[in-house]
């Protein structure tokens, strides 16, 4: 329709059903983020050819929502350069990461204030993954995401458009016993657990009814269907029509005098593959079979599959929709095998039965080796693996220094993701699975480092390793590489489960790190809590750190370097008691204390920028650090710091 034809009719009638508020205002912006029309320069272009019963229109917002980007056309407001990100995913993904709060999701993926969050909320809550109370979200039904981040640019309206044009808003005809996808690839980054995902859903399965293989570069038709090969087979050996026998004995073919002669020949034979076996197993019992493909983009889809393709569509009840034609050769192999009569080859037609499934697996690190086109893809259904960082009691053992292992993970993944804009290569929950979920030193640095070193950092990305012009991978073997390990935790702001403090001070002095409750019998509450995150009474560094994270809490608009301003200014007797990144990076460049970096504490502030805290209390005969802290906060009421002795 015209545009300006379209445009004098929808305004026609919305000032019939609104009494005559302007539709091209906020209706005209509502209706165009939910995708239901878009315009060019003179055409106008709705979803839909009627009204919408309420079912159908829940049906369409359901899939709306898991498929909305932003930004897009019409958030004029936001203006972020980045790739549009599909908002769902995401915060699915962050919820997975422990992160809830709405407002700083927002701030932290797209720099931008939500404002009014009244729309937004009630279609989360009602239509999403995702619930939404009080400004904080979670995840209200376990799912299967999907992407997180858009291809599309972020002005295109008819690319936005078309992002919500298969969404099934009618009911779904099943008339099987089943509603299972018959085809299905499950994709996500390395070790997110795909193929484990499929062994838990085959438990039970006989062995016989499952078919496996793996896809590579070398795979093709004939490897994975069948195809005629030379066969060795024994035969008499005849001397006219009498076997020909051994005059004597034959020690070099095991034969005695009299034994008819045995010769080897070459014949060729229709030799079935995985597939043809998984096809003719399906046809000879009525219980499921399933065929599993691992790594299916590893291999040239279109060249593997030839014409099959056309039978993964499959038709209500599933069986292929469309049959296709068996060559000579497959027809005879099939008829011998199944007979004339069978519907697996009947009138020489091959047909995928009800009750074979086909599963594969996709790195989406490994998307460009061969891509899958799109008449391909819309064959299968997809369900996306996300990484969970559920392994919390993996530690990574550097030399005896332990670090966890989803704390790593997860910094790791969001300097790929901001870094990348990509999820592809970032390390899912298995990416190891070590014994005794204990990440050894040389797992870490074999698999791991390399891994980050060669496939995500060769480029410069991800901003993990040191960044001196003489680094290089090598030197993560050499005498001293514990340290430049350490150095690449701290460069992640990740510190030790159990830090231990050397006795080698730089300055020759016995400052201890945290003289905790163990050598005191005074203990302490802070702001009413009377033990630490782990349950612990407070140690003396521990309550140094919690002092400053309640002073930034409660002041959440000032940067890292007015909140070093501000301690320093008060003359704690404690050392560096709060630095800022590049103050801490100053004090450590060149120094001879190996443990300095250990001895202050990371703090994220809500801005993005770190704070350190000093947990150097010293000695209370020597120093009286401890004492004198608890002195200056005292008199520094206003902070809203109160500090007990129990």
Request: proline fraction near 3%; hydrophobic fraction near 30%; charge should be negative.
């Amino acid at each position: 329709m015209r545009k300006d034809a379209a445009r004098a009719f929808v305004e026609k009638q919305w000032h019939e059903w609104d009494g005559g508020n302007d539709f091209f205002r906020t209706p005209y912006q509502l209706a165009a983020q939910l995708g239901l029309y878009y315009e060019d320069d003179t055409m106008f272009y709705p979803r839909f050819d009627h009204i919408l019963s309420i079912d159908e229109a829940r049906r369409y917002i359901e899939g709306w929502i898991r498929r909305y980007y932003i930004p897009n056309p019409y958030t004029g407001s936001i203006h972020y350069d980045g790739q549009p990100i599909v908002l769902n995913s995401q915060l699915y993904q962050a919820a997975l990461s422990g992160e809830s709060k709405l407002d700083e999701f927002f701030r932290s993926h797209l720099n931008i204030d939500l404002g009014n969050k009244d729309i937004l909320t009630n279609i989360l809550n009602n239509f999403s993954d995702i619930k939404v109370e009080n400004g904080r979200f979670s995840i209200k039904k376990e799912a299967i995401v999907g992407v997180l981040i858009s291809q599309n640019k972020s002005d295109d309206k008819k690319a936005f458009f078309d992002t919500f044009n298969d969404i099934q808003i009618g009911e779904l005809k099943v008339n099987s016993a089943d509603n299972l996808s018959r085809q299905i690839i499950y994709y996500g980054a390395p070790g997110t657990g795909k193929s484990h995902k499929i062994k838990k859903q085959l438990d039970g399965i006989s062995k016989e009814n499952i078919f496996r293989t793996t896809f590579h570069p070398d795979s093709d038709y004939s490897t994975f269907v069948g195809a005629y090969k030379p066969t060795m087979k024994k035969q008499y050996r005849y001397e006219g029509k009498v076997k020909a026998s051994y005059y004597e004995d034959d020690d070099l073919a095991n034969a005695k005098k009299g034994d008819p002669v045995v010769e080897k020949a070459i014949e060729y034979n229709f030799i079935p593959q995985v597939f043809l076996n998984a096809y003719i197993r399906a046809y000879k019992t009525d219980e499921n079979v399933y065929l599993i493909i691992e790594e299916i983009n590893r291999g040239n889809c279109a060249q593997i599959f030839g014409d099959l393709f056309q039978l993964l569509d499959r038709d209500e009840n599933g069986k292929s929709e469309y049959t296709i034609k068996a060559d000579a050769d497959l027809r005879t192999f099939l008829e011998d095998n199944l007979g004339c009569d069978n519907p697996g080859i009947k009138d020489g037609e091959l047909c995928l039965p009800s009750n074979l499934y086909i599963y594969a697996t996709m790195n989406t690190s490994d998307q460009s080796l061969f891509p899958i086109d799109s008449a391909f893809k819309r064959r299968w259904d997809w369900e996306y693996e996300p990484i969970k960082n559920k392994n919390t009691d993996w530690v990574i053992d550097i030399d005896g220094l332990k670090y966890r292992w989803s704390d790593f993970q997860k910094e790791v993944n969001a300097r790929i993701l901001n870094n990348t804009g990509s999820e592809d290569k970032m390390l899912g929950d298995y990416f190891v699975n070590p014994p005794a979920k204990i990440i050894s030193y040389n797992l870490f640095r074999n698999k791991i480092l390399f891994y980050l070193w060669n496939d995500v950092c060769k480029d410069g990305d991800a901003d993990i390793f040191p960044t001196d012009a003489d680094f290089s991978f090598s030197k993560l073997y050499n005498e001293d590489s514990k340290q430049l390990i350490v150095s690449i935790m701290e460069k992640l702001h990740l510190e030790p489960i159990d830090g231990t403090v050397s006795e080698n001070k730089e300055d020759g002095s016995d400052i201890s790190e945290d003289n905790d409750s163990n050598s005191s019998s005074v203990r302490y509450s802070i702001n009413g809590e009377e033990t630490d995150e782990k349950g612990k009474t407070w140690g003396k560094g521990a309550l140094v750190k919690r002092a400053v994270e309640i002073f930034c809490q409660n002041n959440p608009d000032l940067s890292a370097k007015d909140i070093r301003d501000r301690w320093i200014s008060v003359g704690f007797k404690i050392p560096h008691i709060v630095e800022t990144e590049d103050d801490k990076k100053k004090r450590l460049n060149g120094s001879v204390d190996k443990t300095g970096r250990e001895r202050c504490k990371p703090i994220k502030l809500t801005n993005e920028e770190f704070v350190y805290v000093s947990t150097e209390v010293g000695s209370d005969k020597v120093y009286n650090n401890f004492e004198d802290f608890l002195s200056r906060i005292k008199s520094r009421p206003e902070w809203g710091i109160e500090i007990k002795e129990l």
